[in-house]
């Protein structure tokens, strides 16, 4: 830990047991990260699969095929091929506002199912599309999908798991998209090497299992304590309260969670109410760190891992194969996260993993533009195994740190009345860059070429500096009590902490 810039951390621990309803609830719940993490996976493979290309990218095939006709770097810069990944992101951008709605007025549970149907729907599309347009609206219809689950799946993870072990389950749902990435990748090994063409097909359609997991399981789980009492049904409210932390006296929680709701109660505007100076800490902090995440770098390389190694000049079979090994490291690595986030703490994983992520992209920039040039490749069998070290090392480090955490902070840090608007902007903020990143990285390793990782170094460099500083500690300490245990004791933010929000300012306070 850096002295002098975490939080003191601490505070009341409510009494409550692990119970069999917490953990299966939140395993049914957090399968929701499967189909996100299966679609992040798919799109790369499917991108690269010269029978997919041939029926809707011809021009992308033809560059393929001939690679001297473009470079190494720009065989798949192609709008419409970004486009067929981005969308997504676009959509779920849009229906995150929706979604806000719905958790705060519907339930956790109900936003959910919604989630799982909107997926099951884009699946349809997506297997059976004839044409782009089809293509399109699948993917438009999956990523209503990610808007909705992304809202809900992390405040319901946060909000029913006991604080001692809050961090864990919380990663539950970050642990499951990277699962969802290795089985991805494992498919689209599989399915490239049958031979009737309709590979790509049997990929986008078996989105549908874990689409159905999330709707069964949306079912199947019981509504938060806090958005129960939110919703005024304060005796059901209590009762599950009781039921998962498996003891009688739950009144010191459920009397804090009750006020907390009176006080989000009185919000009018929950979105007004985010930019009040109370509130500035959180917001600023969940804005930055979603931006960070995606500027790593990490979406651009598992979006187009297929493509990216096919670039490094390894052979189609090679390619998905080395993915797969991406997408083993990837989960294996998170549950370092899932050990220790509740140990070691949040910063101390942010940190390692800035310094190690910066190093990985140093070394793979430095090897690419030292061997592989627009029209040859020199790369060899050494360096193209090192290279793929390195790019493990880089998604190690991101699967322990920024990935699931830039998830959980945000979860964990907003106020009562601040938490379903605050994470509406957490998940929009998200889904806007993972569509610039989406649909920008092949045109930018086309024009950058292997300056793209130099890029993304810079990023990483900048985000463990604003670490150091900015980020505060938050384990073990309950959710409801984050601006007296955390805010309040930061050497920065405290400063928004004062208890006059509402009354003029001095000019230091603005």
Known sequence: ??????????????????????????????????????????????????????EFF????????????TGNYCKYDNQGLQL????????????????????????????????????????????AALNLAMLIVGRLLLGCGVGFANQAIPLFLSEIAPTRIRGALNILFQLNITIGILVANLINYGTSKLTNGYGWRISLGLAGIPALLLTVGSLIVVDTPNSL????????????????????????????????????????NPFQNLLKRRNRPSLVIAIVMQIFQQFTGINAIMFYAPVLFQTLGFKSDASLYSSVITGLVNVLSTLVSVAFVDKAGRRMLLIEAGVQMFLSQMGVAIVMGLKVKDHSNNLGHGLGILVLILVCSFVASFAWSWGPLGWLIPSETFAAEARSAGQSVVVSTNMLFTFVIAQA????????????????????????????????????????????????????????MDDFEDGPKSKDQV
Request: net charge neutral.
């Open 441 to 496: 990285f092949l045109s930018m390793l086309c024009h950058m070429k292997f300056g793209i990782f130099f890029f993304f170094s810079a990023w990483v460099f900048v985000m463990t500096i604003f670490t150091i500083f900015f980020i505060p500690e938050t384990k073990n300490t309950p959710i409801d009590e984050m601006n007296d245990r955390v805010w309040k004791k930061h050497w920065y933010w405290q400063r928004y």
């Open 1 to 54: 830990m850096a002295g002098g810039f975490g939080a003191a951390t601490g505070g009341t621990e409510f009494e409550a047991r692990i119970t069999p309803l917490v953990i299966i609830s939140c395993i049914m719940a957090a399968s929701g990260g499967l189909m996100f993490g299966y679609d992040v996976g798919i799109s790369g493979g499917v991108t690269s699969m010269p029978e997919f290309l041939k």
């Open 229 to 268: 009492i939110s919703r005024g049904k304060l005796d059901e409210g209590k009762e599950i309260l009781r039921r998962i932390r498996g003891v009688d006296n739950v009144d010191p929680e459920y009397l804090e969670i009750v006020e907390a709701s009176r006080a989000a109660a009185e919000v009018k």
């Open 58 to 69: 011809p021009t992308v095939y033809k560059n393929q095929q001939d690679p001297g006709l």
């Open 84 to 127: 067929f990944t981005s969308s997504l992101y676009l959509a779920a951008l849009l229906a995150t506002f929706f979604a806000s709605y719905t958790t705060k007025t519907l339930g956790r549970k109900m936003t959910m199912l919604i989630a799982g149907i909107l997926f099951l729907a884009g699946t349809a599309f997506n297997a």
